[in-house]
């Protein structure tokens, strides 16, 4: 049980493959082990990344799809990637039954919602975004928003 929390949070696919690997491994496990349709898409651009980045972006998809199959009783998700210039655009999208954005960060009134909120401030830090969009009945998504690294030489 250990190992596969391990492996959940960080597996090795993202350090032996990258990012986008592990991105598609992940909406797999979510599929798999919550019967929701989870598609995957990618543009063809690199995308590179430096490992915190992308390991933190890992962390959000996770916490993201991980909050689909425990609230949002969608019967599908997606999880798109894209390069916008020297950003790196991940959005992660469902068809459930969505929510009050004005409740979604914690407060005094509302002590719940740190996993968003976690990922805001890391993502805030490194000079990422967060935007959720999402209206009751109507789904939910997601964008977040971080800065790519500078392209390797093959």
């Known amino acids: 049980h250990t190992r596969g929390l391990i492996t959940e949070l960080s597996p090795p696919v993202l350090y032996d ?6 991105i598609e491994w992940f909406c797999q496990e979510i599929q ?6 989870v598609a995957f898409q990618a543009d063809k ?14 962390q959000a ?9 425990k609230h949002a009783k969608a019967q599908g998700a997606k999880v ?7 950003r790196i655009r991940v959005e992660v999208s469902d ?6 954005n004005a409740g979604v960060f914690p407060s005094i009134d509302n002590p719940t919602g740190f996993g968003l909120f976690s990922i805001r401030e890391r993502l805030e ?24 690294g500078k392209e390797r030489p093959e």
């Open 17 to 22: 493959l990258g990012f986008i690997p592990a």
């Open 95 to 100: 068809d459930g039954i969505g929510f009050d």
């Open 32 to 37: 798999q082990k919550h019967c929701i349709k």
């Open 125 to 148: 830090s490194i000079g990422g975004r967060l935007k959720i969009e999402s209206k009751p009945q109507n789904g939910t998504r997601v964008t977040l928003t971080a800065p790519l």
């Open 61 to 69: 998809v996770r916490e993201l799809l991980v909050n689909v199959a």
């Open 80 to 86: 798109s990637v894209y390069r916008n210039e020297d």
């Open 45 to 58: 651009k690199s995308k590179p990344l430096d490992d915190d980045i992308g390991v933190l972006l890992f």
